[in-house]
């Protein structure tokens, strides 16, 4: 059981948007910054979104992030089928020191 | 650029250590990560150490079984695992920290390791 809370799976067409949920509670989430990760089966992980809503160069306007008390969001608009990957959110836990990952959202882009 | 490498086939309460080296970016000033994920799983974070080693944070499910270390003179990271069960069985990826515990970029390209009889 993660400490921050992804739906398992979420599908959608072509062209559509998907907002992917991340939640997680005070000391989780609400006073650190979320990053989100794309990962491709037998791949490394790679950096989606960055300080809960920050894109790295190379990273597409179609995705951004959100972040409102302890929860956190994705948004992926225009889908297209290379989008299907696992995405997982992520934060610092400072009253524990330690990094925590959400579950992961299996994407599938139909 | 990170690439990790010591992984292998391990018999459980063996020990296995495991490197990443970095190159290409000033490795002596950025924190460094030991994230693992199982088969068919999601990513677990295992360790963190800070950039010049004075701080290290492991999680539950490792700590007093693996230690986090780094020599800044080879531009290394290392994860040594010691009591290993077969529930470590996962590939592990080292990656660099970001904005001090903000985020991981970038990642190595992951190690298997595999606990079995």
């Known amino acids: 059981q993660s400490v921050l809370t992804q739906p398992p799976s979420m599908s959608a067409a072509p062209g559509q948007k998907v907002t992917v949920s991340c939640s997680g509670s005070?000391?989780?989430?609400?006073?650190?910054?979320v990053s989100w990760y794309q990962q491709f089966p037998g791949t490394a992980p790679k950096l989606l979104i960055y300080?809960?809503?920050k894109r790295p160069s190379g990273i597409p306007d179609r995705f951004s992030g959100s972040k409102s008390g302890t929860s956190a969001t994705l948004g992926i608009t225009g889908l297209q089928t290379g989008d299907e990957a696992d995405y997982y959110c992520?934060?610092?836990?400072?009253?524990?020191?330690?990094?925590?990952f959400g579950g992961g959202t299996r994407l599938t882009v139909l | 650029q990170l690439v990790e490498s010591g992984g292998g086939v391990v018999q459980p309460g063996r020990s296995l250590r495991l490197s990443c080296a970095a190159s290409g970016f000033t490795f002596s000033t950025f924190g460094m990560h030991w994230v693992r994920q199982a088969p068919g799983k999601g990513l677990e974070w295992v360790a963190v150490?800070?950039?010049?080693?004075?701080?290290?944070y492991h999680a539950d499910s490792v700590k007093g079984r693996f230690t986090i270390s780094r020599d800044n003179s080879k531009n290394t990271l290392y994860l040594e695992m010691n009591s290993l069960r077969v529930e470590d069985t996962a590939v592990y990826y080292c990656?660099?920290?970001?904005?001090?515990?903000?985020?991981?970029?970038?990642w190595g390209q992951g190690t298997l390791v595999t606990v079995s009889s």
């Open positions: 992520g934060t610092w836990d400072n009253s524990l020191s330690v990094w925590v």
């Open positions: 990656a660099t920290d970001r904005g001090k515990r903000g985020w991981f970029d970038p």
């Open positions: 150490i800070w950039f010049d080693a004075s701080k290290k």
């Open positions: 300080e809960n809503n």
């Open positions: 005070s000391s989780k989430i609400g006073n650190s910054y």
